[in-house]
């Protein structure tokens, strides 16, 4: 049973368009919720997170929504470049918790 | 500051051999985990470990095994590899258990054959 759902494999945006990335949980104790980035051969590296106590953060290009009552949260790319392509993954965990839950993954190719 | 380094890049292992997968980090993290990177599945928590000296099971901790003997070591032990365990590997660490940002090394890609 998985507790976090990415249920896009891959997402195809033209450059300069909007990236919208989908993400679902079913656990109501998760409490943080972050995004990964990863390229081919290296590891994931931290992108941008939010805490259930904020249903928006905002980074840059970069934008997470959390809509608690769904339990979704998307992560939002404006503009999209090219070097946005990479698999994202948005793993979620509790305060306190060691324990970080991951979902499959969605590769987002951003065309030039 | 290298950050989080795995020993082999990649390997390809005759199933019943053993194998241990190396990582090292020098940001004096006190947590350290292993994940295995599956496609469909994502990253899986293999095992971890909240400070130097203690470690727990992940999510599929079966046919691995781990210790923690100082800060920056934190080797993955296959005794009989299997098939199934071809995955790519990761190893990750964060400022200490519960730290919600974790760091992650490059990855090492087994094969067992």
């Known amino acids: 049973d998985q507790q976090v759902k990415q249920n896009s494999p891959s997402l195809s945006v033209q450059e300069g368009r909007i990236s919208i990335l989908n993400c679902d949980y079913t656990n109501s104790m998760f409490d943080y919720f972050l995004w990964y980035k990863k390229y081919p051969a290296e590891g994931p590296t931290f992108l941008i997170s939010?805490?259930?106590?904020?249903d928006k953060n905002e980074d840059g290009r970069f934008t997470v929504f959390l809509n608690k009552s769904a339990k979704h949260l998307s992560l939002h790319i404006v503009p999209s470049q090219p070097g946005d392509s990479a698999v994202y993954f948005c793993p979620t965990t509790y305060t306190g918790g060691f324990k970080t839950i991951f979902g499959a993954g969605t590769r987002l190719f951003v065309k030039a | 500051i290298a950050g989080i380094t795995q020993a082999p890049t990649s390997q390809i292992l005759a199933a019943g051999r053993r194998m241990t997968l190396r990582c090292t980090q020098d940001?004096?993290?006190?947590?350290m985990y292993w994940y295995r990177q599956d496609l469909g599945l994502g990253l899986r928590l293999i095992h971890y470990s909240n400070t130097a000296g203690t470690t727990g099971k992940g999510e599929v901790p079966d046919g691995y095994s781990v210790s923690r003997a100082n800060t920056d070591d934190f080797p993955l032990t296959l005794a009989s590899a299997v098939p199934s365990q071809t995955s790519v590997y990761f190893c990750?660490?964060?400022?200490?258990?519960?730290?919600?940002?974790?760091?992650f090394g490059p990855g090492t890609r087994l094969t067992v054959l």
């Open positions: 939010i805490s259930s106590i904020k």
């Open positions: 940001m004096r993290h006190n947590a």
């Open positions: 990750a660490s964060s400022d200490f258990s519960g730290a919600l940002t974790q760091y």
